[in-house]
């Protein structure tokens, strides 16, 4: 019959025995810590568990210990945890004999309250320790993904959110739509943004101003994204004002916008919810980059778009009714163009033409020399328009022609269009 643990133990095993109900810990495991921590105390006691048995049953809350002794002559007993008297062992039975291994069954009850409560602390650390390591080992391959969690406490600096299983995991005040408002016990979406395990110590952020959980979003409601028919190409957001979305199709039948906002935006209706009604504005994407930046600051038209490639950066001409459109509330549309397509968006008025003349720079060689003009297409102006309309300075500058040889350029232009 197995030895039963003193008053205090039942207890202790019925709680690691909750613990493995709760936090999903296999018999195996189990077992194995159940023993571990009983070795602990022993090696504290004896100096050594080598020469211990520790037989453990979890499951109706018993365990056995057995020490091992090899049975000498009396009186040459060097080491009296790992050797027995002869006539200590016959007493336990007669019929020992020098040299024989003596198993004796261990009352832990005789240990002492210091080996109880040693126990205990060896316990609740290998449980803290077991419950770190599937907490990590359960979210660490799982950034990027979505997760649903409740809201269990709401502090100033941070949200504590409660998985399928008991867990904690962090939504930090940087990582919330500015209007997210939480209510105890309330069920909330967000991507897993990092896991770290510092000092054993896992800690799971969730984030729901990431592009990444946008993306997400629009996979779970766009069967097209998940069968890879349209692919989301770029992400670039305000959280919880504006976002946009660059994706392009690779079925020519599918149209990547509407097959991304639905009928009537019946697909993207649930996102803006979910995002607290963040407007979604979705672009068809191109590697043509004018074309991209154009389609970026849609709704706004453009009239001409001068790329500085290597400095990435862009210089788009509008007419003035037009401006305010690409600027967008509080500088919202262009900024966002910007982060989209990854350039420096400048915005420039053009005069509105009276009528739709214009006369191409070749036709002026006349009175302008070939070279000049040469300088002035290689910028991406053409005709004598796009030129009179154009910044004196970014002439000089986009060109490197002297100041006087861009004044007369622009006298020759100007002289044509007053006659």
């Not at 809350?61 to 060097?78: K, P």
């Not at 191109?286 to 950066?313: C, D, G, M, W, Y």
């Amino acid at each position: 019959m197995a030895t039963k643990i003193i008053e205090q133990q039942p207890n202790m095993i019925d709680t690691f025995r909750e613990f493995k109900e709760t936090k999903n810990i296999d018999r195996t495991t189990l077992v194995s810590v159940l023993e571990e921590s009983f070795r602990n105390v022993i090696a504290k006691i004896f100096g050594s568990d080598a020469n211990f048995d520790v037989i453990v049953n979890p499951d109706k809350g018993d365990f056995e210990i057995y020490r091992n002794r090899i049975v000498v002559a009396d009186g040459e007993v060097a080491d009296e945890n790992k050797e027995i008297s002869l006539t200590e062992a016959q007493k336990i039975e007669s019929d020992y004999e020098l040299g024989e291994e003596v198993s004796e069954r261990v009352d832990f009850a005789k240990f002492g309250r210091r080996a109880i409560l040693n126990l205990r602390q060896t316990l609740a650390s290998k449980i803290l320790e077991l419950e770190h390591d599937n907490l990590y080992n359960k979210y660490k391959d799982r950034v990027g993904e979505i997760v649903t969690g409740e809201v269990y406490q709401i502090w100033k600096r941070e949200v504590l959110v409660i998985d399928d299983e008991g867990n904690e995991l962090i939504l930090p005040k940087s990582e919330q739509i500015p209007n997210d408002q939480y209510r105890k016990n309330e069920a909330i979406k967000a991507v897993i943004e990092r896991v770290t395990n510092d000092n054993n110590n896992p800690k799971i952020v969730l984030s729901r101003t990431s592009t990444l959980f946008l993306q997400r979003l629009l996979e779970q409601e766009v069967p097209e994204i998940a069968e890879g028919l349209v692919a989301i190409k770029k992400i670039a957001r305000i959280p919880g004002e504006r976002a946009k979305i660059a994706v392009e199709s690779f079925d020519d039948r599918i149209d990547p916008v509407g097959a991304c906002v639905g009928v009537k935006g019946s697909r993207v209706h649930g996102i803006v919810r979910e995002l607290c009604n963040e407007n979604l504005d979705v672009v068809n994407y191109t590697q043509n980059i004018k074309l991209f930046i154009q389609r970026s600051l849609a709704p706004a038209q453009i009239n001409n778009i001068v790329l500085n490639e290597e400095e990435h950066k862009a210089e788009v001409y509008l007419l003035p009714d037009q401006v305010s459109l690409a600027i967008g509330r509080n500088g919202q549309n262009i900024k966002l163009a910007s982060m989209l397509t990854e350039y420096t968006i400048d915005v420039f008025r053009e005069l509105e033409d009276v009528d739709n003349e214009d006369i191409y720079l070749d036709e002026f060689n006349d009175e302008i020399d070939q070279w000049v003009i040469d300088a002035i297409k290689a910028i991406g102006m053409d005709t004598a328009k796009q030129v009179i309309n154009a910044p004196r300075e970014m002439l000089i500058t986009k060109a490197d022609l002297e100041e006087e040889t861009v004044d007369h350029l622009i006298n020759v232009l100007k002289a044509e269009f007053e006659k």
